[in-house]
């Protein structure tokens, strides 16, 4: 019984620690797709700031009777 409650307690699992392992590489990927992000935000808040009286879609040319529905 002391080897199950050992296992129990303070073994280390190998698929938890796997596990673990595999959650630590996640957020690190969050965490470096979250800087991504904030940098690419940043740069189109500055793009905004230098052009301020002109809208980011005043560029795209939308031809609407072409469109077709959408899908729901």
């Not at 940098?39 to 072409?66: F, T, W």
């Amino acid at each position: 019984m002391a080897k199950a409650l050992l296992g129990y307690v303070g073994g280390s699992d190998p698929r938890l620690l796997a596990e673990m392992r595999r959650l630590q590489q996640r957020v690190q990927d969050l965490e470096s797709e979250l800087v991504r992000i904030q940098s690419e935000n940043d740069a189109l808040n500055a793009a905004v700031a230098q052009h301020p009286g002109e809208s980011l879609l005043d560029g795209i040319d939308i031809d609407v009777s072409k469109a077709e529905p959408a899908l729901t």
